[in-house]
């Protein structure tokens, strides 16, 4: 079959880049001295044992960070970057993760690499077999595992030019090709990529060592792999199944999967299960940690990855024995040449990225990145790679300081913003928080759609589906349109007994302009019908004029075609957040201020106050930034100033009367100060609404009066959609982890 004439077919070239991309990070957990961490591996994570993200290789100080299968490579990273701020953070702060393949200083007593503490005790008798077989030094070497697939459409395309082949077979030749070229010309791989070109203390106390410094060790004869007399053919799957199965037979090797290469062929569980399954996917093993990449990988690499297998397709091979056997050897001299050195394989390098330049442009590939001139560029000055910065870094001072350096540095990103998600802070901040709790527990993540905000997850069996953090199939379809509707909520509450202001609903501006004599001597609210986040809600604690009643109407109506006037209640508001009947965390909201000092505008101090790193928009930060609007200058209006107004010293001076921290407001946790009896009506609120997950708010004059006194609080509002971040992260108070709580609530089984 000839995959370049095939792939250059109309209706195959635009689909060439079509792929499947997922990535497995090893790396060994440190210290702040860059020492192998001495703590067990965190318990915050759940249970290693069938964790989707979350792993422990060889050592209790390794973990393996996997993504889930992704579509491109800019969706790669977001689940990389999100679970590298997952495993960071839930490590203590002055932990991190070695950011080199060859590990950190090892102890002179190999005994004292702690193997990981595992459940099954199949697990453990392997990784012991492994240290007896191996030693416990090699182990420790950490890598990047590269999966990648085909996407389906290109293969089905692909297909249709060899339809009498049985479409499993043809996508085993497929990958068998590639597989055969890979191992030819990897060591191109080495030479761009390799980043490992010094070893740390005792890492070859027990085996000769090398001079170093090399392009990678890890790459090398010296790196981890299997023993000299363990031989498998690519020559086809079957030839490669038999030589496994008689290795182990032999006792040359334990298992299957203990034959480790440079590529894996993949399609079950198990090697054997190629047999029935044919090749799904391959496996790369032989990328090292790129050191100057914050998560050990990029986008730009898994593209350069992705062009590459597609080059080994379009390239012809030779049917030779000696083909993989070649490569093999070329991949050891490259690997062990000196990192400023040109490479022995100048020309063939240049060769073949000269056959990559003229595939992308047949196939006319649409690329991400400038690869292509980077690595023309290392080709003819080697000081270019990755194994020669990190080693003329490290000649500077030393290559620990520079891991050590690097280490601290991605520690110190991962907690810059801690209420924030790598990869998806465009999401809304109580989702990211979700999204991260669920990552950390094992809770497999899909995200159905990021814009929306909507989230499937899968744990011990089952499946729910998640919007907006904590909208869920636990509330039926009729609650959020309740909540949604005012007027509807509250008919029910009051139905239900509980106490609700009074008011009027109005279609029109001009039936609630004629409404105003009644309202005109009394402390009234103006808000729309169906509004949630507290947008376009006026509050006038005194009775106020027509004008600035006409104001706050428009300031409604353009929110809603229809709203609602009520009685102000006088007292205190408080956010309760009530989940399956219990109250689990309350708030008290301040509304948007500033504080005087005499000398800047109330302009300059929303300015000031607006730089605190909490606040942001769209509800990606804690607190939101103060706005300078219709309603703020409403509200300044009621208290005598403007924008330009200098405020006097310690006086505060209130932007917005409605609490929403989604309008600039300060988040007070009050959780523990609120008696019972206020928490048991809140709770039996939300319960007449029939609601599992909801925000209430009630405004209570005087704690010190019991709830059942009348006319002790006042229902103003249900929130079918209430904020958690505000909770997780308040201004002021304790932390309340709702996003955890919402968790164990979908999925009870989390530890």
Known sequence: MDFKVMLQQANVAPLALSARFGVEREGQRVDSTGALAKSPHPTTFGNRNYHPYIQTDFAETQLELITPVTNSPAELMQWLAAIHDVAYRSLSE???????????????????????????????????????????????????????????????????????????????????????????????????????????????????????????????????????????????????????????????????????????????????DLKQSGIRYIELRDIDIQPFERYGFSAKQAEFLQVFLLLMLWLPEEETPEWVAQGAGQNDTVALEHPYAKTAYQVEGEWLLAEMQQMIEALHLPLA????????????????????????????????????????EYRQLAWEKPYQLAGFTDMELSTQILLFDAIQKGVKGTILDQADQFLQLDFAGRREYVKNANMTSKDS??????????????????????????????????????????????????????????????????????????????????????????????????RFFVLDGQVKGIMLRVPANVVGDGQHSVRELVAQKN???????????????????????????????????????????????????????????????????????????????????SGIDLIIPDLTVPAKTPGAYGIIEANFNPAMHMHVYPYAGKSRRLTMALLKYLFPEIE
């Not at 690595?375 to 000649?395: F, G, N, Y």
């Not at 509250?490 to 609630?512: R, T």
């Not at 607190?623 to 006086?651: H, K, N, R």
Request: include cysteine; proline fraction near 6%; charge should be negative.
């Open 477 to 574: 379809y009729v609650v959020p349109l309740m909540m949604a509707n005012k007027t509807v909520t509250k008919k029910v509450l009051q139905q239900a007994g509980f106490p609700v202001p009074a008011g009027g609903e109005y279609d029109d501006i001009a039936s609630a302009l004629r409404a105003f004599p009644h309202y005109q001597n009394r402390a009234i609210v103006v808000k729309p019908k169906s509004t949630n986040y507290g947008l376009g809600i006026s509050i006038f604690k005194e009775p106020t004029t027509l004008a600035n009643y006409e104001q706050a109407l428009n300031i409604a109506f353009s929110e809603d075609s229809a709203v609602l006037v009520e009685e102000f209640l006088p007292g205190t508001e408080y």
């Open 611 to 693: 730089q605190d790193p909490l606040r942001g928009t769209h509800h990606r930060s804690p607190l939101e930034l103060i706005q300078l609007g219709p309603i703020e200058e409403l509200m300044l209006a009621e208290q005598g100033y403007t924008f330009d107004s200098v405020v006097p010293t310690g006086v505060t001076v209130y932007l917005r009367e409605n609490s929403n921290v989604s309008t600039g407001g300060d988040s007070i946790d009050m959780t523990d100060e609120i008696p019972q009896d206020y928490q048991a009506a809140a709770a039996a609120a939300v319960n007449a609404l029939g609601a599992k997950i």
């Open 94 to 272: 002055e932990e991190a993760l070695w950011p080199l393949s060859m590990p950190p200083a090892l102890p002179e007593n190999e005994c004292e690499i702690k193997l990981a503490e595992l459940d099954a005790f199949e697990d453990v008798l392997y990784r012991r077999y492994l240290a007896r077989e191996y030693g416990r030094r090699k182990q420790m070497v950490s890598g990047i595992h590269f999966n990648f697939e085909f996407g389906a459409d290109l293969m089905q395309a692909l297909h249709g030019q060899e339809p009498t082949l049985p479409f499993q077979d043809f996508q085993t030749e497929v990958y068998m090709k590639v597989a055969r070229n890979y191992l030819r010309y990897h060591w191109l791989i080495t030479y761009l990529y390799g980043a490992a070109p010094i070893s740390e203390a005792n890492y070859f106390m027990d085996q000769p060592a090398p001079v170093e410094p090399l392009r990678s060790i890890r790459n090398s004869k010296y790196g981890y792999r299997n023993h000299e007399d363990v031989k498998v053919s690519y020559g086809s799957l079957e030839q490669y199944l038999a030589d496994i199965a008689k290795l182990v037979e032999t006792g040359k090797l334990s298992e299957d999967k203990e034959y480790y290469a440079p590529l894996r062929l993949r399609g079950g569980k198990r090697v054997q």
């Open 369 to 408: 990145s400038d690869f292509l001139s980077w690595s023309q560029a290392c080709l003819q000055d080697p000081t270019l790679t990755v194994a020669a910065q990190l080693l003329a870094k490290a000649e500077a001072s030393s290559q620990k300081a520079v891991a050590t350096q690097l280490a601290e």
